[in-house]
């Protein structure tokens, strides 16, 4: 488990845009896969989308395909999801999480009952 941090989030107006940082403390991903994971008032969390940063695999829940792209860098110890074209629905706190790397594409959803969580980022896209 690797120790994280969120930023980036804020209120934006429909169809905007905005991109979020997950950033590690004391290590690195290194040996890790990385998830943002976002929980809307009253429902549950959802895997949103996966990097295996090694060799680029990823997972995008289907809401968020074609708007959202996830990407690393690994010199600043950071994950980076940017969010385009943002609907009411995308209102949420985000989270990220160090994640087992392995077939990323297809066990992403697993995490969601990860049992620990930073304080996140919230996203509010108003109408």
């Known amino acids: 488990e690797v120790q994280v941090a969120e930023s980036g989030g804020g209120l934006v107006q429909v169809g905007g845009s905005l991109k979020l940082a997950c950033t590690a403390s004391?290590?690195?991903?290194?040996?890790?896969?990385i998830g943002w994971f976002r929980q809307a008032p009253g429902k549950q969390r959802e895997a949103v989308s996966c990097?295996?940063?090694?060799?680029?695999?990823?997972y995008y829940a289907n809401s968020v395909k074609g708007r959202f792209t996830i990407s690393s860098d690994s010199a600043k110890k950071t994950v980076y999801l940017q969010m385009e074209r943002l609907t009411p629905e995308d209102t949420a706190v985000y989270h990220c999480?160090?994640?087992?790397?392995?077939?990323?594409?297809?066990?992403?959803?697993?995490?969601?009952?990860?049992?620990?969580w930073g304080q996140g980022t919230r996203v509010t896209v108003s109408s």
């Open positions: 004391g290590s690195t991903f290194d040996g890790y896969g």
């Open positions: 990097l295996n940063p090694v060799d680029g695999r990823t």
């Open positions: 999480a160090s994640v087992p790397s392995l077939s990323i594409e297809t066990t992403c959803p697993r995490y969601i009952y990860l049992e620990r």
